[in-house]
């Protein structure tokens, strides 16, 4: 490697080149301005994209066919408090069909639920308390107060990725099994 050192004549030259101390000038200021447009609270154009909250795999569920065989097994965060079930999958999307949430309830009966701040589309797969499924309700609209309601009376609720039930052939008379991880 050949280093040279640039000196600057007194008409703005470089000794051995035609760059004048202006260009340099520019060019410093082009680069500082194009450093700092990209950093900083100032930065034009739309904002990065926020990470999405993921799920907590609070326990697996398997969701089993009439035969015996398993059609689908998901990682789930299990909703079971009062304020857990409200907040549910708001705000939150789901990436893939391998994650989604159960909601368990005190007793079974009729279940109503709606999509209000939940910007994805999801399945909600409706089961008893001996853990079949009563109905699905497939491709849900998002951001929507649309009522989703059980068939019967449900103890508990999958909500998955749209596209889940179909994937999979998820139906009525499939059964649901789920344990804690911890």
């Known amino acids: 490697m050949v280093r040279q050192k640039v000196n600057f004549s007194s008409d703005g030259n470089t000794a051995g080149g035609s760059i004048s ?22 930065r034009i154009g739309p904002a990065p994209a926020q990470a999405e909250p993921t799920i907590r795999p609070d326990g ?4 089993v066919r009439p ?5 689908a097994t998901l990682a789930v965060e299990i909703a079971e408090t009062p304020e ?3 907040r549910g999958l708001m705000g939150r999307v789901l990436s893939d069909y391998l994650a ?5 309830f005190a007793s079974a009966e009729q279940q109503t ?15 008893d308390a001996g ?12 951001l929507s107060d649309q009522l989703y309601s059980s068939a019967g009376a449900a ?22 099994r789920w344990k804690r991880l911890h």
């Open 21 to 42: 101390r202006c260009h340099w000038a520019v060019f410093a200021f082009v680069i500082a301005v194009l450093i700092a447009w990209g950093t900083g609270p100032h």
């Open 60 to 63: 697996v569920l398997e969701m």
């Open 67 to 71: 035969d015996g065989s398993v059609a």
């Open 84 to 86: 857990a079930r409200a």
């Open 100 to 104: 989604g949430m159960l909601f368990v």
């Open 113 to 127: 639920f709606w999509m209000r701040n939940t910007p994805s589309s999801l399945d909600m797969i409706f089961v």
């Open 131 to 142: 853990g079949t499924v009563l109905n699905t309700a497939a491709y849900t609209t998002p």
């Open 155 to 176: 103890k508990y609720v999958v909500e998955a990725k749209a596209g889940f039930a179909d994937r999979f052939g998820i139906r009525p008379g499939y059964a649901v």
